[in-house]
Nanobody, 119 residues
Framework: VQLMESGGGLVQPGGSLRLSCAASGFTFSAVAMRWYLQVPGKEREWVARVSGGGGLTLYASSVKGRFTISRDNTKNTVYLQMNSLKPEDTAVYYC?????????????WGQGIQVTVSS
């Protein structure tokens, strides 16, 4: 299993970014996918989740209405569209493959990608 994030970078407050996570090594459409963020010195926080078919999405209250998680099962890719970004969204963002729907003992994680929101 491999997860590879892309699309991070520096953006001004109020701006937008779209993160992508390319997945391989498993039946992508069968597995729920999630995004997390982590700020240095703090625990990793859940951001959003999408079901294997893409029809069910869930969001943390801090991002609801600003972020949208989606997936393209023909491309084995999950996305996080981030709008109205705030400085407090600055973090390393991680893609996660859910162990329960994957039938694995542990979750799988990408390497993480930095998002910096600053003027």
């Amino acid at each position: 299993v491999q997860l590879m994030e892309s699309g991070g970078g520096l953006v001004q407050p109020g701006g937008s970014l779209r993160l992508s996570c390319a997945a391989s090594g498993f039946t992508f459409s069968a597995v729920a996918m999630r995004w997390y963020l982590q700020v240095p010195g703090k625990e990793r926080e859940w951001v959003a989740r999408v079901s294997g078919g893409g029809g069910l999405t869930l969001y943390a209250s801090s991002v609801k209405g600003r972020f949208t998680i989606s997936r393209d099962n023909t491309k084995n890719t999950v996305y996080l569209q981030m709008n109205s970004l705030k400085p407090e969204d600055t973090a390393v963002y991680y893609c996660n493959a859910d162990r329960r729907s994957g039938g694995w003992p542990d979750d799988y994680w990408g390497q993480g990608i930095q998002v910096t929101v600053s003027s």
